[in-house]
């Protein structure tokens, strides 16, 4: 049988709400419908991509790599098909957080005075990849170590590390913090995008508790409300200042790498070597 758009987005509904019924609703189908619609895209790929024998439906490997595929596929034709973007093709720059820290502002004007017919369009999304895997932007700006496959990166600069903390906290009062300093306090740690996790710390000296959170703006309250300290890089306090927090250089921590990110191969957005060139002339101007 063919394969239409519909089987995509069947799938991808049902891999992202993990329940046939949610995923169902959301569609406006009924379950057996979404159910049949499913057994047909397994059918023609010639693979389980759903594992039903759990009470939470999970993706199976096979699905899990569909996924991002599928993603990709669909968000192309549907950029394709938007009638808004008949004439130009907005170029979507994804980040998790903190973007091109204080090169961010710089980077949008000069691509706005130097590449007037394409849209930059900067999208902050909480993702690992800041949607890029998914198909829902043309390149990302990430830090730390990037792992999904199919993706080309760019080192860009190294950012060092500091510590955030309540003006309150004891630890306010010191200059500069270690790693040990950190230990005896609870850690924020972001387990969705952040570049942070208790393998910072000697095995023998890691935090006393860790408090999780999905994204920079819960993060950002943990720390506030004085449940922990966090960790990031220097380019948080001027992308994510607060009246209630003061940052720290963390002195043993290594410093984190920010990278530019795009999908190899076709289909890839023709403007990407330009916001290359862009980029680095900024940090290059900027850094002189």
Do not use: C, Y
Not at 188 to 199: K, Y
Request: charged content about 20%.
């Amino acid at each position: 049988m063919t394969i239409e758009l519909r089987h995509l987005r069947a799938f991808l509904a049902i891999a992202e709400e993990g329940n046939v019924t949610r995923a169902a609703a959301r569609l406006h189908l009924s379950q057996p419908a979404l159910s049949r619609t499913l057994r047909q895209l397994e059918d023609h790929l010639g693979a389980r991509l759903v594992d039903r024998s759990t009470h939470h439906l999970e993706l199976t490997a096979r699905g899990r790599t569909f996924r991002d595929k599928a993603a990709v596929a669909l968000s192309a034709v549907e950029t394709a098909l938007d009638p808004r973007g008949s004439s130009t093709w907005p170029l979507k720059l994804g980040h998790t957080w903190a973007a091109l820290g204080d090169h961010t502002v710089a980077l949008l004007r000069r691509w706005d005075e130097t590449r007037p017919g394409v849209p930059l369009e900067l999208l902050r999304v909480d993702d690992r990849t800041a949607g890029l895997t998914r198909g829902e932007v043309d390149a990302a700006l990430l830090r730390g170590p990037i792992t999904a496959p199919g993706l080309r990166t760019e080192l860009l600069l190294s950012e060092e590390r500091v510590a955030v903390m309540p003006a309150d906290s004891a630890l306010a009062a010191l200059p500069r913090v270690t790693l040990a300093d950190l230990a005896a306090h609870p850690i924020a740690l972001n387990s969705v995008s952040g570049t942070t996790t208790p393998e910072l710390w000697p095995p023998s000296a890691r935090p006393v508790a860790t408090v999780e959170v999905g994204n920079t703006d819960e993060w950002l309250m943990a720390i506030a409300a004085g449940r922990a300290i966090g960790v990031s890089t220097s380019a948080t306090p001027s992308q994510h200042a607060h009246p209630s927090l003061v940052h720290r250089p963390l002195v043993d921590a290594p410093p984190v790498p920010l990278v530019l990110a795009w999908r190899d191969g076709p289909g890839q957005h023709p403007a990407i070597g330009d916001l290359l060139a862009v980029v680095r002339e900024i940090i290059a101007t900027d850094g002189a």
